[in-house]
């Protein structure tokens, strides 16, 4: 469950500043995709043209994370337009395996629920941010290489707050 939360904070925290399933079907991930700036493993679903996030610069502090570590996520970016109360989150996580994947985690939530983990209230206004969350990763993360996508949109999904991808393997030192 930490595990959990610690990959959705750094999710989370970088859309703050920033393929997922909807209706069964998937949202693939564009074979161009751009790396969001900074020392970071993120990069956008696709071209962040449409995007109402701006993001300027994320780093995590270890990059790559590492169990048992304290992970410091320091971001920062525009928000385009007010972001109301109704915005979404949908977040999965995969462990992959082999020649698959596995999905440990799938759930789509309001926002609005999780912007306190990175002291923000809803809704969130219109203009820069610059947020820092620090993360205790669990010491007994499973060996295996994880890959969190994180789509964020408004209500009826017309629009896109962002789209972001991070793989990160874990492994026993």
Not at 11 to 24: D, N
Not at 58 to 83: C, F, Q
């Amino acid at each position: 469950m930490r595990l959990t939360r610690a990959l959705g904070a750094l999710c989370l925290t970088a859309t703050a500043v920033q393929a997922a399933w909807f209706g069964g079907e998937q949202k693939t991930l564009d074979k161009d995709a751009q790396p969001v700036p900074g020392d970071n493993p993120l990069e956008y679903c696709k071209a962040p043209d449409d995007y109402l996030l701006e993001i300027d610069n994320v780093d995590l502090d270890p990059n790559p994370p590492k169990a048992g570590e304290k992970l410091v996520i320091t971001a920062s970016g525009t928000v385009l337009e007010d972001v109301d109360e109704d915005a979404k989150i949908h977040l999965q996580v995969y462990l992959h395996v082999k020649y698959s994947l596995i999905r440990i985690l799938d759930y789509e939530a309001a926002l609005c629920d999780y912007v306190g983990q990175v002291d923000l209230k809803c809704p969130i206004k219109k203009g820069d941010l610059n947020l820092t969350k620090t993360v205790d990763l669990p010491s007994r993360i499973p060996n295996g290489q994880y890959t969190a996508l994180a789509d964020l949109y408004t209500k009826d999904h017309t629009d896109t707050l962002t789209c972001l991808s991070a793989t990160v393997a874990f492994k026993s030192s």
